[in-house]
């Protein structure tokens, strides 16, 4: 079998520093974060014509798998977390990680390509890439055949319910102190809400009492879930 080699063309940089809590799927929260192209790719004439297009197309590597499959060994089944993470399904019929080649593929909204001293950076908002995340390429989205309005996405056909976060007094009063103090801006804080408002828990977690961590970037995050809702609990610079 001839293997193929391909070039990192940039790396993304996102607030998502940790899996825990990273959307299952692209554009669920609108997360502004970037790409940071490697040389040679890193000139503005390789995007020339590319602000004519509202989405892009990102192709890109699992590259953090602490448990990568074995390549000798072909594990044709998986448990996607949609179904609870206990039903097993076939490997293609998932977007799982753990797969024979580790690539991904997202569609993003484009913001800005733009240039900052020796650095070209392609701004763009919903992508669910891990920070630091390897990207082999970059396509424009084409509407008329990417858009498939009556497709059919089998037991992913409906979002996610979205819940109601709320904040305890403790973490109002201290995100409060960091808008005061301009150590945050606003637009941080509605982005961790639409993260937490997704409820990043495993799906075959529900223990209502438990205290969860994350990391959004510069947050360190502390809150419990209910029924409904999600409660910061805690929130640290």
Not at 31 to 41: C, F, K, W
Not at 45 to 69: P, T
Not at 102 to 118: A, H, Y
Request: contains cysteine; hydrophobic residues 35%; aromatic residues 10%.
């Amino acid at each position: 079998m001839t293997k193929l080699s391909l070039p990192i063309i940039g790396v993304m940089r996102s607030p998502f520093v940790e899996k825990f809590g990273i959307p299952r799927q692209p554009n669920l929260v609108q997360v502004e974060s970037y790409i940071e192209m490697h040389a040679p790719y890193n000139v503005l004439d390789a995007f020339e014509g590319i602000e004519e297009f509202s989405h892009l197309w990102l192709i890109w590597q699992f590259h953090d798998n602490k448990n990568q499959q074995d390549k000798e060994k072909f594990r044709p089944q998986v448990r996607p977390p949609r179904l609870g993470g206990n039903k097993k399904i076939g490997v293609f019929a998932t977007r799982s990680m753990y797969r024979p080649a580790p690539i991904g593929l997202s569609v993003v909204q484009l913001k800005e390509v733009r240039k900052e001293g020796n650095a070209v950076r392609v701004y763009v908002t919903g992508s669910d890439l891990l920070d630091g995340t390897p990207i082999l390429d970059i396509k424009p989205y084409i509407h008329y055949s990417d858009a498939i309005v009556d497709a059919q996405s089998g037991y992913a056909q409906a979002e996610p319910v979205r819940k109601q976060v709320i904040w305890s007094e403790e973490a109002e009063f201290s995100k409060q102190a960091f808008l005061k103090n301009k150590q945050i801006q606003q637009k941080y804080v509605d982005e961790l809400e639409q993260v937490l408002g997704l409820d990043p828990r495993p799906a075959y977690q529900h223990d209502d009492q438990r205290v969860y961590g994350l990391r959004f970037g510069a947050f360190n995050i502390k809150f419990s879930c209910g029924e409904t809702s999600i409660i910061v609990q805690q929130i640290e610079l």
